[in-house]
């Protein structure tokens, strides 16, 4: 939950940007037509959720309302501001999981956007706090590398609310037609946020081995210094269909690297673990490509100077740095004019790695690999739309099923009833969750 003081530091960088903006229009009140200038949009949601494996058991009940607001002065100028609150009365209606979850996914209030777009001839800047999405994987993540995630429930929300917005600048100039540069920075220094022990969706961490004693330091985090800064250039080209682009970025790893250290002063082994973040590189590329009625996609992400887990009992901090590859091929294509087919296949290369490597996302080894399938149809005049989402790690046996209906009531209401379902061995990505298969209801309504 956001503390005041956190809550008035974003009041304040909102009211910030305001100025600056009444700087740059000192005639922002005289704008001959509010309501063709600012427009607003919302939505509330709430969600139910049932967990009905080892036993039916509630564990969600969530109310989210979402608010934006967009003024545009001139077609040059224009200011997004957004926030989002819930509220989850799981926690005030049963007492299935422990207070520090509960003080940590009750409620919250955020500011997700307080963006200055402006545009100038060639040139088009976005400043202050935004998503920046690089990017087009389904169910995953590749190369949307640049805003760190919200993982307290997995990876099943929507991907624009698992992105933690950054306060940066994202800067594009238009080369030629078709070929543009880009150019982010960001002093902001904020990473993923996990579920805390006892969660629905905590990580699963294997216990110690028998006699042996763990403790866990407090995460160092860097200090938010302009040395600190992250930031990258992309550059974009759409040519014949084409849509390619190159893209570099420096930033800290969003995840903490458990460095460990171990004694035995008093006679039985001792484990001390001091996570901290590290800094990487990324370099990555993606293209698309349309051929009717055929959607191709593809990425591909190398990681630099990433540290991973070993179980080497030789190795003195228990980490390893190393480059990693990571890549997809994707295909879209309509199948009997009717159903929207959507497959991936998705590797993660680790060269010179061992069974005894393992990184955050529970991969092992010099290869990993998966396949995913999305499944998409409209019926009854595109008021029902049945979807399935499948992924399966084929090394590991571990799995995630997901399908759903979503009924659009009318342009403002859908409803939605769903289930995820997963499977696998306890020590890989959803094989964690394996005995937290639910379904759920959602009732959606966009103002």
């Known amino acids: 939950m956001l503390t005041w003081p956190q809550r008035l530091c974003d009041l304040w960088r909102c009211l910030v ?54 003024y545009a002065w001139t077609k040059q100028v224009r200011l997004q501001l957004a926030a989002r ?39 088009d800047a976005h400043v202050g706090l935004q998503q920046i999405v690089w990017g087009e ?3 995953t993540f590749l190369a949307d590398v640049v805003n760190p995630k919200d993982f307290r429930e997995f990876v099943l929300p929507e991907f624009r609310d698992l992105r933690r917005p950054l306060w940066a600048v994202d800067l594009t100039y238009y080369l030629a037609p078709g ?31 028998p006699g042996v004693q763990v403790v866990t330091a407090p995460t160092r985090t860097p200090a938010t210094t302009i ?21 570099s970025f420096e930033a800290f790893d969003a995840f903490p690297t458990p460095f460990r250290r171990i004694s ?12 901290r973040h590290t ?3 990324y370099l990555g590329m993606t293209v698309g490509k349309t051929i009717e009625p055929i959607v191709l996609r593809s990425e591909i992400v190398a990681t630099f100077d990433k540290f991973v887990r070993t179980t080497d009992p030789r190795d003195r901090d228990g980490v390893v740095r190393t480059t990693v590859l990571d890549y997809m091929l994707g295909v879209d294509y309509t199948l009997f004019d009717a159903v929207l087919v959507g497959v991936q296949f998705l590797q993660h ?33 595109q008021k029902l739309v049945p979807q399935v989402l499948g992924i399966v790690n084929t090394d590991r046996g571990d799995y995630r099923l997901s399908p759903k209906v979503v009924y659009h009531v009318s342009s403002a209401l859908a409803l939605t009833l769903g289930a995820h379902i997963f499977g696998g061995p306890r020590d890989t990505l959803y094989g964690q969750f394996d005995t937290k298969d639910v379904v759920y209801t959602e009732f959606l309504y966009t103002l």
């Open 137 to 139: 994987a389904v169910g």
């Open 179 to 209: 070929l543009q540069l880009e150019g982010v920075w960001t002093p902001h220094l904020l990473f993923h946020k996990l579920a805390r022990p006892g969660a629905e969706f905590a990580v699963f961490r294997p216990p110690p081995p």
């Open 264 to 275: 035995s002063d008093t006679g039985q082994p001792l484990v001390t673990v001091s996570p």
């Open 17 to 70: 940007l305001l100025g600056v903006l009444s700087l740059c229009c000192p005639t922002l009140a005289l704008a001959a037509d509010l309501n063709e200038a600012l427009r607003f949009e919302g939505s509330v949601r709430h969600e139910l959720a049932t967990r009905i494996s080892p036993r039916y058991e509630l564990t969600k009940v969530k109310t989210l309302g979402y608010l934006a607001g967009k």
């Open 85 to 123: 609150a819930f509220y989850d009365a799981v926690y005030d209606l049963t007492d299935t999981f422990p207070a520090a979850v509960a003080r940590d996914q009750e409620a919250e209030a955020s500011l997700r956007q307080a963006q200055l777009d402006l545009s100038f001839g060639a040139f």
């Open 349 to 381: 290369l680790a060269p010179g790695a061992t069974v005894r490597w393992r990184d955050e996302l529970q991969r092992r080894g010099a290869f990993n690999t998966a396949l995913s399938v999305r499944l998409e149809m409209s019926l009854l005049d």
């Open 279 to 281: 800094r990487l590189r």
């Open 227 to 247: 040395g600190h800064s992250q930031g990258g250039l992309r550059l974009s080209w759409l040519t014949h269909g084409w849509d390619l682009s190159l893209f």
